[in-house]
């Protein structure tokens, strides 16, 4: 009798010692997930280079790419505000209020679908539809290409940085797409922190980051070193009846499906979602852990997840962790 029930504890701690040992494992494993990857990959008709990146930084600040001469790209995707604007959904020159958040810049090189019905695949597709829409920056693309010929400056840059091509609607746009791939979230506590540095992140952000893999499920759609599996999915938001990526790919799933946005710079880039409704990160949790509000073609990873107060702002504080050194952007002066 003694002898089973001891050989049962010795059991138990075996199984114990196994779960501990495979669960740290786990971590581990998944902490590894969450690594900077060594390259971004750019198209190989445009190679990025000092001098590309250096033009496209000043054309993103020039206002004469719109048509009034009055907006830029950082009228929207101002650096000082995590590269969005701080309001719940994007307004033109001309205040007209659009029905989508401006999206935040960083990481975006490191993204497979670009806007948040995922429209585009490559930055420099989609560099020039801010400058052509109408409802944006509303310029003749074959005129603003008179229009900066006319400036020494920008023909000389464009001769250098594109020999074989100059200055042209497509080379306005490559330009433009090397220097967003240079807007990158650096040494962020938790890159620290996966790199080895255990002091880099609080003991309650650690137990946040068991949750996001964990309890919270928030990393079955946000994963990787950019926070996104670069899927989409409808997670149950009220206000508004945008179809999102049933728009692109009319498959009755993804209805109201939005790109899985990065987590990257998330504590500078208030208010959140693609149409602007949650105005702080803590709103953001509450959301999930009621299992979302809108329950017709809700993503199936989207159920209660009954966290305590506790476990929510340990969520809360591993979300801050994600944002990096912010660095003060000098504009750059235009010619
Ligand atoms: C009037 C405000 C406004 C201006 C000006 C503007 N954008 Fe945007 N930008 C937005 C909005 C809103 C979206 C999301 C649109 C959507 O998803 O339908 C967006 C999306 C993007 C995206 C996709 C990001 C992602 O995560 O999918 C990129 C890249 C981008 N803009 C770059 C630029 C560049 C480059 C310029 C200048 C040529 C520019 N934007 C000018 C508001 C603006
Ligand atoms: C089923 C996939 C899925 C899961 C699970 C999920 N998210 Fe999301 N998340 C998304 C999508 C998609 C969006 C954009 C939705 C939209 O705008 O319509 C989003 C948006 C966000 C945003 C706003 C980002 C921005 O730039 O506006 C935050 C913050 C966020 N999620 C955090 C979390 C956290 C924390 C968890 C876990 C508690 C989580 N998410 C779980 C897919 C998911």
């Known amino acids: ?28 494993e998944s902490k590894l997930e969450y690594r900077r990857p060594a390259n971004i990959t750019v198209p190989s008709d445009n190679q990025l280079s000092q001098e590309r990146i250096d033009l496209g930084k000043l054309l993103f600040f020039e206002p004469r790419l719109s048509g009034s001469n009055k907006i830029s790209c950082a009228s929207c995707h101002k650096p000082e505000k995590g590269w969005s ?37 490559h930055l420099e597709q989609q560099a020039l539809v801010p400058i052509a829409s109408p409802l944006e ?9 008179s229009e900066l010929g006319e400036i020494p400056a920008y023909s000389r840059m464009f001769a250098i940085a594109y020999p074989n091509e100059g200055l042209t609607v497509a080379t306005i746009a490559k330009a433009l797409a090397s220097f967003e791939r240079t807007v990158v979230v650096t040494d962020a506590p938790f890159d620290r922190w996966v790199n080895g540095d255990e002091q880099a992140i609080s003991e309650s952000a650690k137990r946040g980051f068991a949750l996001f893999v964990g309890k919270a499920n928030c990393a079955a759609c946000h994963h990787g070193f950019n926070f996104t599996d670069d899927g989409f999915h409808n997670i149950g938001l009220t206000g508004g009846d945008d179809l999102g990526r049933f728009m692109q790919v009319p498959i009755s799933t993804l209805r109201g499906a ?57 969520l809360l504080e591993l979300l801050g962790t994600f944002t990096g050194e912010t660095e003060v952007f000098v504009q750059p002066e235009l010619p």
Request: hydrophobic share 40%; with cysteine; net charge positive.
């Open 258 to 314: 939005f790109k899985t946005p990065t987590l990257r710079g998330i504590t500078h880039t208030a208010p959140y979602m693609h149409n602007g409704i949650y105005n702080s990160l803590e709103a953001v949790i509450e959301h999930y852990d009621r299992g979302g509000d809108v329950k017709a073609w809700l993503d199936p990873s989207i159920r209660p997840l009954f966290l305590t107060a506790k476990e929510k702002q340990e």
């Open 85 to 121: 604007d701080g309001l719940p959904t994007a307004v033109n020159e001309s205040m007209t209020v659009l029905t989508r958040a401006t999206p935040t810049l960083f990481n975006v090189a490191y993204q497979r679908h670009y806007m948040w019905d995922g429209q585009f695949r």
């Open 137 to 145: 920056m509303n310029q003749n693309l074959d005129k603003l290409v």
């Open 1 to 28: 009798m003694k002898l089973n029930r001891d050989s049962f504890r010795l059991r138990n701690l075996f199984f114990v010692i196994v779960v501990f040992w495979s669960s740290s494992l786990c971590a581990n």
